[in-house]
């Protein structure tokens, strides 16, 4: 532990000040998914090693061990290997029942062609997860279920978990009290807020104060398809299928083999049935399924996702953390949920829970991931203009095939590609690469070589038998 931040600590403390957790203190996390099991972790750590005797109600009504809704946390479940090794350095090391399967590369899907991304190296490989215990109607998994292996490191340092929906929160003179619908009430230090953006509660939070704004959402859709595993690793592999078509608001799909499932993960502007029909009706999605058929789907939602952060993502004696206040851009969810879950952690044990104190040691970091946000979006407005212009989806195509058919060279397209799919890097990061010169004149080239007369890319694929047809 930082010798500086525990004498700050000990500062703090003798002096009394108010806001600050002290021994007894009650803190409720509202929610129990990855961000609100972390915290609970993280804090409750970094109490121990300052000798602070602190409580955490940990408020989360579904049982992740239970199948579909009842267990389901919304979430394609992808975490990166370089997110796996951050964790473990935090003492939350992911048993293997918890990966489904190991992702060995991306298979990108165009109307020009497909092309297989290979992972750059060792520690960029993704595994495939289970945020529940599975597909409704699903036999039970013999793997553990990754929000409720969380759940259970946060109990085993001393959180209680309390199965019951949180249905307001409000200022209780100078603490803060949670309401459950069970008619259910008490009162803490401090409430963070783990709820994610599919809870009406941070509705009810916006409606109680003109301070306070919720993030902005959009409708996204998961669904899983059961094709048993001799099936998916004959068709799908050990590889992420990943789309990019030219199909108006979709940003991002993806099919993700785990275990007996294919799950299903579409995120742009409102996902909705229009979009969907599109998507299914494409022959380079049809084209992954065996026999060219999309099956009936087993478990479907639509969940929201934060696309703008809350406004502010603090107050006294509370803190918006994960999708509550503020994340990653479509992408890498579980790492903005630990990044935001041990800062606003760090900030309540070791400097205070007011919101000055959330002010000037958490919203830095909130700052930092908007940011980055921003400039995902030029990211995917580029990703767009590609969608919408054939010659640029075969330059891409060309590019990519060269590098990952030429064993030594510099996988710049590639590594690009497999960042922005995986969230393994910044945004920002992403774009400042595709601006060195040699990416710009490998791409530029691509662009003239792959529209070039005789070109592979220049190949339209072969046309479909008309009785094809598609159910979903």
Same mark, same amino acid.
């Given at each position: 532990?930082?010798?500086?931040?525990?004498? @700050?600590?000990?500062?703090?403390?003798?002096?009394?000040?108010?806001?600050?957790?002290?021994?007894?203190?009650?803190?409720?996390?509202?929610?129990?998914?990855?961000?609100?099991?972390?915290?609970? #972790?993280?804090?409750?750590?970094?109490?121990?090693?300052?000798?602070?005797?602190?409580?955490?109600?940990?408020?989360?009504?579904?049982?992740?061990?239970?199948?579909?809704?009842?267990?389901?946390?919304?979430?394609?479940?992808?975490?990166?290997?370089?997110?796996?090794?951050?964790?473990?350095?935090?003492?939350?090391?992911?048993?293997?029942?918890?990966?489904?399967?190991?992702?060995?590369?991306?298979?990108?899907?165009?109307?020009?062609?497909?092309?297989?991304?290979?992972?750059?190296?060792?520690?960029?490989?993704?595994?495939?997860?289970?945020?529940?215990?599975?597909?409704?109607?699903?036999?039970?998994?013999?793997?553990?279920?990754?929000?409720?292996?969380?759940?259970?490191?946060?109990?085993?340092?001393?959180?209680?978990?309390?199965?019951?929906?949180?249905?307001?929160?409000?200022?209780?003179? @100078?603490?803060?009290?949670?309401?459950?619908?069970?008619?259910?009430?008490?009162?803490?230090?401090?409430?963070?807020?783990?709820?994610?953006?599919?809870?009406?509660?941070?509705?009810?939070?916006?409606?109680?104060?003109?301070?306070?704004?919720?993030?902005?959402?959009?409708?996204?859709?998961?669904?899983?398809?059961?094709?048993?595993?001799?099936?998916?690793?004959?068709?799908?592999?050990?590889?992420?299928?990943?789309?990019? +078509?030219?199909?108006?608001?979709?940003?991002?799909?993806?099919?993700?083999?785990?275990?007996? #499932?294919?799950?299903?993960?579409?995120?742009?502007?409102?996902?909705?049935?229009?979009?969907?029909?599109?998507?299914?009706?494409?022959?380079?999605?049809?084209?992954?399924?065996?026999?060219?058929?999309?099956?009936?789907?087993?478990?479907?939602?639509?969940?929201?996702?934060?696309?703008?952060?809350?406004?502010?993502?603090?107050?006294?004696?509370?803190?918006?953390?994960?999708?509550?206040?503020?994340?990653? +851009?479509?992408?890498?969810?579980?790492?903005?949920? #630990?990044?935001?879950?041990?800062?606003?952690?760090?900030?309540?044990?070791?400097?205070?829970?007011?919101?000055?104190?959330?002010?000037?040691?958490?919203?830095?970091?909130?700052?930092?991931?908007?940011?980055?946000?921003?400039?995902?979006?030029?990211?995917?407005?580029?990703?767009?203009?590609?969608?919408?212009?054939?010659?640029?989806?075969?330059?891409?195509?060309?590019?990519?095939?060269?590098?990952?058919?030429?064993?030594?060279?510099?996988?710049?397209?590639?590594?690009?590609?497999?960042?922005?799919?995986?969230?393994?890097?910044?945004?920002?990061?992403?774009?400042?690469?595709?601006?060195?010169?040699?990416?710009?004149?490998?791409?530029?080239?691509?662009?003239?070589?792959?529209?070039?007369?005789?070109?592979?890319?220049?190949?339209?694929?072969?046309?479909?038998?008309?009785?094809?047809?598609?159910?979903?």
């Amino acid at each position: 532990m930082n010798p500086g931040l525990l004498s @700050e600590r000990l500062r703090i403390r003798h002096q009394g000040l108010p806001r600050v957790l002290q021994d007894g203190s009650r803190i409720a996390v509202v929610g129990a998914g990855p961000a609100g099991s972390m915290f609970s #972790y993280f804090l409750l750590n970094m109490a121990e090693a300052v000798a602070l005797d602190v409580s955490v109600d940990m408020f989360e009504p579904r049982h992740f061990c239970h199948r579909g809704p009842a267990g389901c946390n919304h979430c394609g479940g992808i975490v990166s290997e370089s997110l796996v090794q951050r964790l473990a350095t935090e003492g939350i090391i992911l048993p293997d029942d918890v990966v489904q399967r190991g992702i060995e590369s991306y298979t990108l899907h165009m109307d020009v062609g497909d092309v297989e991304i290979a992972t750059p190296l060792m520690e960029k490989r993704i595994a495939a997860i289970y945020r529940g215990n599975g597909p409704r109607d699903s036999e039970p998994l013999d793997t553990h279920s990754f929000d409720g292996y969380l759940l259970e490191l946060a109990q085993q340092k001393g959180a209680t978990v309390i199965n019951k929906l949180v249905t307001d929160v409000r200022r209780n003179g @100078e603490l803060m009290s949670v309401h459950c619908a069970d008619q259910f009430s008490d009162s803490y230090d401090l409430v963070v807020m783990a709820t994610g953006v599919n809870s009406r509660l941070m509705e009810s939070l916006e409606n109680q104060t003109q301070e306070f704004h919720r993030p902005g959402r959009t409708k996204t859709f998961i669904c899983e398809f059961h094709l048993g595993r001799k099936v998916i690793r004959e068709t799908f592999g050990p590889s992420m299928h990943v789309f990019l +078509l030219d199909i108006p608001r979709l940003e991002f799909a993806a099919l993700i083999p785990k275990g007996d #499932y294919v799950t299903l993960c579409l995120l742009g502007d409102d996902i909705d049935d229009e979009l969907m029909s599109r998507f299914f009706a494409s022959p380079e999605v049809q084209n992954c399924f065996p026999d060219a058929t999309i099956p009936v789907h087993v478990c479907h939602c639509y969940p929201r996702i934060n696309i703008k952060p809350s406004n502010p993502a603090y107050g006294n004696r509370l803190v918006m953390i994960g999708d509550s206040g503020t994340t990653r +851009l479509f992408k890498d969810g579980i790492g903005a949920a #630990y990044r935001t879950a041990k800062a606003a952690a760090k900030t309540a044990i070791f400097h205070g829970v007011g919101a000055e104190d959330f002010k000037t040691h958490y919203a830095p970091l909130c700052r930092k991931i908007n940011k980055d946000n921003r400039v995902g979006k030029v990211v995917f407005g580029f990703g767009g203009m590609v969608q919408k212009a054939r010659f640029a989806r075969r330059g891409v195509l060309r590019m990519t095939a060269n590098e990952q058919s030429q064993e030594g060279s510099r996988r710049r397209m590639s590594g690009v590609l497999w960042d922005l799919f995986s969230g393994s890097a910044t945004y920002t990061d992403i774009f400042l690469r595709t601006l060195h010169p040699a990416y710009v004149v490998s791409l530029l080239w691509s662009l003239v070589a792959g529209n070039m007369p005789g070109s592979a890319a220049r190949k339209e694929p072969v046309p479909r038998d008309e009785t094809d047809h598609v159910r979903h």
